[in-house]
């Protein structure tokens, strides 16, 4: 097959995949399934900057995807005007003792002579801001999280449309890449990896553990939506009017309705992502970064800051992360620490990209659609499967019930096996990286 | 006086003691971790799961062996399961070094991809062992549980706090003790062990000094094996068997072999207990051991927690970072590939 075709008859192939999954399954399931994968595809892409573009080993896609949970919560969710008034000045004291710290710390940088008496001065410019600030803090957390902790017992949010927190959620998670950019990308690539990896789980930690900005492992349900509610649709007199017109089932069409609304919002973002990723990729910035990843001696002796670049990429691909964690919590309408897995957020992501064809942005789209579809799919798949080989045990037998119920768990056997069968006998992927020559 | 003895007794039963253990565990991890590094030349993202893997096999065997009686009396029965853990994860991950990394160790691939590898065999042995045992905690722990107890402790001494002492947290030490003894005899003074430390030290030259570079990483791999098999049973006696825990601990790890001077074996074990004894004294509360110490109206009334225990890993992380920014080879210097 010539390379030119290779694409879209891979994407025809998925296409017809869901559609017999529509088909014999339900047209629920398939744009469930469909939802998600466009989601993954856009990780994957942020994944592809990185990794495909700048040969950036980043495995904290997970915390750049808790970062975009905590924007939609902290955009959308409805203010809670009583904590606050119950402890938002205490933190806004925190952070002012924190800020403070920080300028203490750069100007005894700045103007004290390197030595001893400069690292005494910068340790105790760090105790005298943290107890001021932990002295701010604690009470206030206190008194927000005892407000009416059953219900709230956070901040809340900013009350706004939740699709604005899809951008938000890409500069917070651009803002923290920075920081970790800047502290890790002089380092060589496994350190790189070991920091984002530490990173993400910390991230997460805190979504977990600090219940006055995300209610922690209590969750924070009931986020807006950018789409209606099925049993708004249900009772609106235009739609069932539609639906009798075309002979269907209220209730199974509202469902259709809006995970079709919003396929459509996140094709959309997919696409200008996608759009601008090949821009970038086919711009002079793009064949200078791809001189970075294979020559990095070169490119820095052709003047080329390596560092600086290496930088802006890792932000670029964090903020794609960002922007698809946001819309993920977005599509759960919950936010839901618990939920946050490496194997799932991170390396899933990795298995998409490697598989799909790294440095090719339509490879990893692919990927993230194939690699979802297949996940989702293997579970009952496996399932089946264990029914099947087991069948000659008796129905109660321990052994069988074992097998059927750990099923699930072959999964990440199968992910582990088609990442190391891509590896060894397709490295360049299912779309590969396209080269001109010349 | 007694203020003072009991404030130390505070601080050894809730710092000394555990840290120590939980130093051993991570040590005996980083040693795995750093094994891989200098032989191989790679981060083992699966090490962790390694470790679970071996934990894994011992747990089933002291499952069967206390299922015939078999015991060891005040010892736990894992001890005996030990050698078939250790076996089985040597088998394990000799098959994946010849089906999977071999490949790219005559490829001479970058270690970045090495490190994906690492990643789909993760991926295969978190399976595994969740298809095997299922993902939940489980016990297996049998023998003394204690040496001392808190009450034991305050009856002999008649001081008002009590020092408890796991019999689990002494085994950890004593058996660490062991190996890592037993590994710097192997890598110092017999043959394999000098051909392993020239191998990592420079490839071609070993190469050209007669060295068999397929038995020396055979035997790197049994010896990573055995280490994460012995710190994976360790840290489940001493604390819990649970599969994700060791994917976890990959951080602390591989925080601690980098702190310590990655590829130096001495300093992985000085990182596991530089990254233990942090992890457990920044996430203490000080109240009761200042309590002894202060006068009573000086007394503090908050915990005296500089971080919760929850972000305890956030202290490995931070210590890595840290060190990483002011000495990048790590205290004692490891190397760079």
Known sequence: MSASLRAPVLFAFMAAALAVVGFYQSWSLSLAILNLCLISSIMALGVNVQWGYAGLFNVGTMGFAAIGGVAAVLV???????????????????????????????????????????????????????????????????????????????????????????????????????????????????????????????????????????????????????VPYEVDLQQAPWFLERVAAWGLDPVEASSIYVKLSYALLFAAVLLVLLWLSEKALNSPWGRMMRSIRDNEAAAEAMGKDVTARRLQTFILGSAICGIAGAMLTTLDGQFTPGTYNPLRFTFLIWVMVIVGGSGNNWGSVLGGFLIWFVWIQAEPAGRWMMDVMTMGFGEENPFRLHMIESAAYMRFVLMGLILLVALRFAPKGLIPERTKLG | MTDILNAFVVFANFVLVPGAAYGAQLALGALGITLVYGVLRFSNFAHGDTMAFGAMVTVLVTWWMQGHGVSLGLLPTALLALPFGIAATALFVLATDRVVYRFYRRQRSAPVIFVIVSVGVMFIMNGVVRFIIGPDDQNFADGARFLISAGDFRRLTGLEEGLAIKSTALLTLVVALVVMAALFWFLQKTRMGKAMRAYADNEDLALLSGVNPDRVVMVAWILVAALATVAGVLYGLDKTFKPFTYFQLLLPMFAAAIVGGIGNPVGAILGGFVIAYSEVAVTYAYKRFLGHLLPESLAPESLVQLLGTEYKFAVSFIILVVVLLIRPTGILRGKTI
């Not at chain 1, 957390?141 to 927190?165: F, K």
């Not at chain 1, 959620?169 to 350190?191: F, P, T």
């Open chain 1, 76 to 226: 959308s969710a409805a203010p809670v005007g009583e904590a606050w008034s119950a402890g938002g000045w205490g933190l806004f004291l925190s952070l002012l003792a924190v800020i403070g710290t920080i300028i203490a710390i750069v100007l005894i940088r700045a103007k004290m002579p390197k030595g001893r008496a400069r690292g005494f001065a910068v340790a105790a410019a760090i105790l005298v801001g943290y107890t001021l600030a932990r002295w701010a803090f604690d009470p206030a957390v206190d008194a927000i999280e005892a407000v009416d902790p059953a219900l709230s017992g956070y901040l809340g949010g900013l009350g706004l449309p939740i699709t604005v927190s899809w951008a938000v959620g890409g500069l917070m998670a651009a803002g923290v890449a920075w920081v970790i950019g800047k502290i890790a990308l002089g380092l060589r690539s496994d350190y790189l990896a070991i920091a984002t990896l530490g990173i993400s789980e910390i991230i997460v930690f805190i979504a977990k553990n600090e219940d006055w900005m995300t209610r922690g492992v209590k969750n924070v349900t009931g986020l807006p939506r950018p």
